[in-house]
């Protein structure tokens, strides 16, 4: 496959300007350092330069639709507790989920893979062969046509460990690491990594909206805000309007719950997708997406999902836990056949999610992902696409450096 141009230094870091307009400076500032450290973590927080520069190929124009999760990469898998008490293994986040080609998602995830070959701690060549594994995985869990999940029984290797240990896992001893204990009462470590001092505005604000919100559920008295920060979290979304709200829950000190309330924003994939003519359902709203999408792709959903409004803006509120974790992954690069288990896994569960999720507004058939898999004409052009995407990822990222370096682009 032919090398994909670049864009011009000046028309990328305007991209990047225009994607975070309206972010908070001091979280914005730590994302742009963040991705300054490695392209792996610079495709995390650019998913909008992704789809623009798309292969001009039937394999990403005319791919099957499926529903998407739209910035898929090995560290966009982990670990959640659901609403029915149980840790499963997923997905876990999906802020740009859309209906788009089937293509997409497993091209992004093999990207990533070669694009952090060193925090998998793996060779260019290694990576490719893991990127191998996961299409081979992928291919034959859409094929077999059944949709699956992941949980304790029936995971394997280091994600069952995983998944053993948080189950197992004391909410005290969680919440000691998130949150002060003095006369009984806690409060949110203001730590300047998991979270900062939110405004007198911004804590009234969510108090008064979850004040709202518990009026609507069984259980008012669970949802008593006790305190309110603004929360660190993740690379894309750094900047957005998010907090950490520590509430009442099962009682002070030690049953007390953690919330995350997110603001939710236009897919990145939506310019790409409008140009291929691709529709999308009529949303009530941008929070209302992502949930809904969120809840057809996992088999269990996720503790106290919900699309919410916050001083009149869409948002989501879920359950940010003790048992969610995102698998870290490079800590497995070392042993190699370890890694092509747990990538192998990550495979299967996109099919499996894609297969879920299938027959519903607009998504192909399982039929029609069956016989998407079986076709043996898009192997080798898929990995060809990855390659290629990881080479212009590592020059988009050296043209970011250079801009941060320069002050051309700052917070």
Known sequence: MSPIPTLPATTLIAAIRASNAGRDPER????????????????????????????????FHRAPLTWACGDLHFENFGSYKGDNRQVYFDINDYDEAALA??????????TSIRCGADELRVTAEE?????????????????????????????????????????????GDFLNKRTTLKNGRRQLKLDGIKALA???QQKSSV?????????????????????????????????????????????????????????????????????????????????????????????????????????????????????EDRVAIGEWGKKLDRLKEVVATLGRILAWDQLRAAGRSGSASPDELIAFAADD??????????????????????SFVEAVKDGRLSA
Not at 101 to 110: K, V
Not at 138 to 152: I, N, P
Not at 387 to 393: F, G, I
């Open 207 to 323: 108090t008064d909206f979850m004040q709202h919100f518990a009026a609507t559920q069984s259980e008012p008295k669970f949802f008593a805000v006790l305190d309110v920060a603004r929360r660190i979290a993740g690379t894309g979304s750094l900047g957005v309007e998010r907090f950490v709200v520590l509430v009442e829950g099962k009682g002070s000190p030690d049953s007390n719950y953690l919330l995350d309330l997110k603001e939710a924003r236009p897919s990145a994939m939506a310019p790409s997708l409008a140009e291929l003519g691709i529709k999308q359902p009529a949303w009530a709203d941008k929070a209302s997406r992502v949930v809904a999408i969120q809840q057809r792709m996992q088999a269990i959903d996720h503790a106290f999902l919900h699309p919410v409004h916050l001083a009149g803006q869409p948002a989501i509120l879920r359950g940010l836990q003790p048992t």
């Open 127 to 171: 990576a490719h062969a893991v990127s191998h594994c996961c299409l081979d995985a992928y291919r034959q869990a859409l094929g077999r046509g059944k949709a699956l999940w992941v949980e304790r029984d029936t995971a394997g290797g280091l994600i069952k460990d995983l998944l053993e240990n948080l189950q197992n896992s004391k909410r």
């Open 198 to 200: 939110a405004t007198d």
């Open 28 to 59: 914005l500032a730590m994302k742009y350092a963040k991705m300054a450290h490695s392209p792996f973590i610079f495709l995390r927080g650019a998913c909008h330069l992704f789809y623009p520069a798309l292969p001009a190929s039937p394999l």
């Open 101 to 110: 080609p089937a293509s997409w998602d497993l091209l992004r995830l093999l």
């Open 377 to 398: 004409d898009w192997g080798k052009e898929m990995l060809a696409a990855a390659s290629a995407m990881n080479s212009l990822t590592k020059q988009q990222w050296k």
